[in-house]
Nanobody
Framework: QVQLVESGGGLVEPGGSLRLSCAAS????????MAWYRQTPGKQRELVAI???????VYPNSVKGRFAISRDNAKNTVYLQMNSLKPEDTAVYYC?????????WGQGTQVTVSA
């Protein structure tokens, strides 16, 4: 059983910062990649950050320069640091882990950016 548990979401004002955490039930080194996605009602789930095992991190233009994915292998935890948050960043954020062709997902954590 692979479990991913997100935390750290909440309400923040525009320009503020949040750090999301994703705790995995096993070693994150077993996965080919760790990633963060987000989704709002009526929109397709979009990738916001991905960290391939042994590869370079990738970000879409919408968050590049503001978001950063990182990991703590000893804690089996992946983080998403979000800075300079905008109202359009409001979404449910999901942790994703990939092993070969299988994807695992967390339950999601709500991030709301509003004044």
């Amino acid at each position: 059983q692979v479990q991913l548990v997100e935390s750290g979401g909440g309400l923040v004002e525009p320009g503020g910062s949040l750090r999301l955490s994703c705790a995995a039930s096993g070693s994150i080194l077993n996965f080919n990649a760790m990633a963060w996605y987000r989704q709002t009602p009526g929109k397709q789930r979009e990738l916001v950050a991905i960290m391939p095992r042994g590869g370079s991190t990738v970000y879409p233009n919408s968050v590049k320069g503001r978001f950063a994915i990182s990991r703590d292998n000893a804690k089996n935890t992946v983080y998403l640091q979000m800075n300079s948050l905008k109202p359009e960043d409001t979404a449910v954020y999901y942790c994703n882990a990939r092993w070969n062709l299988t994807n695992y997902w967390g339950q999601g954590t709500q991030v709301t950016v509003s004044a």
